[in-house]
């Protein structure tokens, strides 16, 4: 659909250049309503929806100044262009300052004030769009983006909620591919930090000889490479939030800077310089057992207990199978394209028993292939991959799947006690009594195979 041209409001009290303006502008392809003085043109103003304003400032009765102060408090969002002489050029000033975005002075050609009326129009579309695109990002990272009515979901969110309105530090823990980065946006999104931006950086994908630079930027010359001066991820999310994934794989030289950069509100670069202040919110997460890495002194004690000012705890998939049906028609409709395509029940069942180690991520991959290799507009359980199919081999009552190349007994008995724990929620004695175990005994386990308290 073609877009509509902008209209305009000329006000000038002088009839020749007024005539000459309307002329050119409509020429221009603009719909141009032209009045003579100040008050006619907030009547105007009053009636209709104007794109841009354009007034000169020196009128009879009520000046440009006030019809610019006047236009702004309607509405914020309509440009206003101001027409000076020479000698005014200090009332102009005063016009930009008060909100005006931009002036034309007396005399001036048309090619001048064509391209000061196209910038500023342009200007206004982009800012337009920008508003809108942190709209749908809003919408796109609520809370509610995070599909599921599972207990274990809605109290994350729930505490969620409450941290976004502050600025306190948080600390997302989880396996891999249950939302942590998702999580993360969304506090963000909801926080009044929402217009700042949102930074990631994964701290295990980074060289270690290259993640200082990349967290704290570097100065021109500081290694071979470095060319110029880089700003670093803190830089870039000044005014924002910082989000560090992978925290856990962090050497113990760059956690005390990073401390330093939470406790202190500036960074140094790598190279020296003078110090560089930085307003950053922080949101860390990891798959690790931090605690555990703090018994080990890879972990510093001080940045942990600094992050974890508000800890939550994203749970894997397999202990909310609930919500598994919900996320499939999630995918299925972010997928499926424009055509309706209905999931069986033997498929959406298929999927319910399975443990999903690789949780919403791996769930969300196995809906898209599904997708792809279907006949129809139906997915059936022929359209999963056979580990989601094959119900193994049945032992005291466990079903197992045993796959030919062999089977680790160490990464079956880690499953078992996961598993265990999953299903009493974390109670340690009820696992241990589930497992035939001594509460002792399932302790020293998970610390064997590092399975998160």
Not at 173 to 196: D, M, P, Q
Request: hydrophobic fraction near 40%; include cysteine.
């Amino acid at each position: 659909m073609r877009k509509p041209e902008p209209r305009i409001l000329l006000i000038d009290d002088d009839d020749s250049l007024r005539r000459v303006m309307e002329y050119n502008l409509q020429k221009e392809g603009y719909i141009v309503t032209a009045v003579v003085s100040g008050e006619e043109g907030l009547t105007r103003f009053r009636e209709a929806s104007f794109d841009l304003v354009i007034t000169d400032i020196t009128m009879p009765g009520m000046s440009g100044m006030e019809v610019l102060q006047q236009v702004k408090a309607a509405s914020p969002g309509t440009e206003v262009i101001v027409i000076t002489a020479y000698g005014t050029i200090e009332s102009a000033v005063e016009a930009m300052k008060t909100g005006a975005a931009d002036y034309v002075t007396k005399p001036f050609n048309r090619d001048e004030f064509r391209i000061i009326v196209e910038r500023t129009l342009r200007l206004r579309d982009l800012e337009k769009e920008n508003r809108q695109l942190r709209a749908e990002l809003r919408d796109k990272y609520r809370f509610e983006g995070i599909i599921g009515t599972s207990p274990q979901i809605t109290r994350v969110l729930e505490t969620a909620g409450r941290v976004a309105k502050s600025d306190a530090t948080v600390l997302i823990t989880g396996e891999s591919g249950t939302g942590k980065e998702l999580l993360a946006r969304g506090i963000h999104y909801n926080s009044s930090r929402s217009e700042g931006p949102f930074v990631t950086i994964n701290c295990a994908a980074i060289p270690e000889n290259l993640l200082e630079s990349e967290l704290f930027g570097h100065v021109r010359g500081a290694f071979t490479g470095a060319v110029k001066d880089k700003a670093g991820k803190f830089e870039l999310a000044h005014g924002g939030t910082l989000f560090l994934d992978e925290v856990g794989e962090l050497k113990v030289e760059h956690q005390a800077k990073v401390l330093r950069a939470l406790q202190e509100k500036e960074i140094d670069r790598v190279g020296g310089g003078a110090p560089v202040s930085v307003d950053v919110r922080l949101i860390a997460a990891t798959n690790r057992d931090l605690s555990l890495a703090m018994e080990s002194g890879e972990f510093r004690n001080d940045l942990y207990y600094r992050l974890s000012v508000i800890t939550l705890d994203m749970p894997p998939l397999r202990i909310r199978r609930e919500d598994i049906p919900l996320l499939a028609e999630h995918f299925i409709a972010k997928h499926g394209g424009n055509k309706r395509v209905v999931a069986e029940r033997e498929f959406l069942s298929a999927l319910a028993r399975y443990t999903w180690p690789g949780n919403v991520r791996e769930l969300e991959n196995t809906i898209e292939r599904a997708l792809i290799l279907r006949q129809g507009e139906t997915l059936s359980i022929a359209d999963l991959p056979e580990r989601l199919t094959h119900k193994g081999e049945t032992i005291a009552g466990l079903s197992l799947e045993l796959p030919d190349e062999g089977i680790s007994l160490e990464e079956l008995e880690k499953t078992l006690l996961v598993m265990a724990l999953d299903r009493h929620e974390g109670n340690q004695t009820k696992a241990a009594k589930f497992l035939g175990l001594t509460r002792p005994t399932l302790i020293y386990r998970m610390e064997k195979y590092g399975i998160q308290k």
